[in-house]
T-cell receptor, first 114, second 113 residues
Framework: DTGVSQNPRHKITKRGQNVTFRCDPI?????LYWYRQTLGQGPEFLTY????????KSRLLSDRFSAERPKGSFSTLEIQRTEQGDSAMYLC????????????FGPGTRLLVL | AQSVSQHNHHVILSEAASLELGCNYS??????LFWYVQYPGQHLQLLLK??????LVKGIKGFEAEFIKSKFSFNLRKPSVQWSDTAEYFC???????????FGAGTRLFVKA
């Protein structure tokens, strides 16, 4: 399968714990995006990388959230001191920059904070 | 700020009925427009996209969408739905040359066999 992959697919954690999610984009894609999706809503933009550079962060991304893409390939999203309000589906998408850029989404990581 | 409005949160149709899902966006500049579909238990998949040119765009599985610039709309259509079209449909917009894609809240379609 050469699509976008995400791990883990599901994560249950207790409030206050730290969690880390991983995204492996399509190999030739230089752009990588993280979104959050809650029940009844569409995906909301969190952050964006071009190669290894994080170029934009949403105001939704509080100081407890950090994302990295150290070698311009896979990316991690860490949430520190999780809160119940962090429960959501976290989606990763990748694309190749160009005139007709199209994002391809992974299956997501569903986080439940108890 | 950009926003996307999908008029119907839930739609129920019988097989062979025609489908039209509304999508309106707010943005004054040139845009790229997308429809994504999420089948039960699967991830978001691209259904069709508009960048420029012919405002009537054809996608996979018999879907099409029409970009009407004067109405800021990008409605999705299918002449005859099938039970397998049961899914959630998301409209999305991005300003041309930008990177941030804004999604609507989605329309959940249920097709009765």
């Amino acid at each position: 399968d050469t699509g976008v992959s995400q791990n883990p697919r599901h994560k249950i954690t207790k409030r206050g714990q730290n969690v880390t999610f991983r995204c492996d984009p399509i190999s030739e894609h230089n752009r990588l995006y993280w979104y959050r999706q809650t029940l009844g809503q569409g995906p909301e933009f969190l952050t964006y990388f071009q190669n290894e550079a994080q170029l934009e962060k949403s105001r939704l991304l509080s100081d407890r959230f950090s994302a990295e893409r150290p070698k311009g390939s896979f990316s991690t999203l860490e949430i520190q001191r999780t809160e119940q309000g962090d429960s959501a589906m976290y989606l990763c998408a990748s694309s190749y920059s160009g005139g007709r850029e199209t994002q391809y989404f992974g299956p997501g990581t569903r986080l439940l904070v108890l | 700020a950009q926003s996307v409005s999908q008029h119907n949160h839930h739609v129920i149709l019988s097989e062979a009925a025609s489908l039209e899902l509304g999508c309106n966006y707010s943005y004054g500049g040139t845009v790229n427009l997308f429809w994504y579909v999420q089948y039960p238990g699967q991830h978001l998949q691209l259904l069709l996209k508009y960048f420029s040119g012919d405002p009537l765009v054809k996608g996979i599985k018999g879907f099409e969408a029409e970009f009407i610039k004067s109405k800021f709309s990008f409605n999705l259509r299918k002449p005859s739905v099938q039970w397998s079209d049961t899914a959630e449909y998301f409209c999305a917009v991005r300003n041309t040359g930008g990177f941030k894609t804004i999604f609507g809240a989605g329309t959940r379609l249920f097709v009765k066999a």
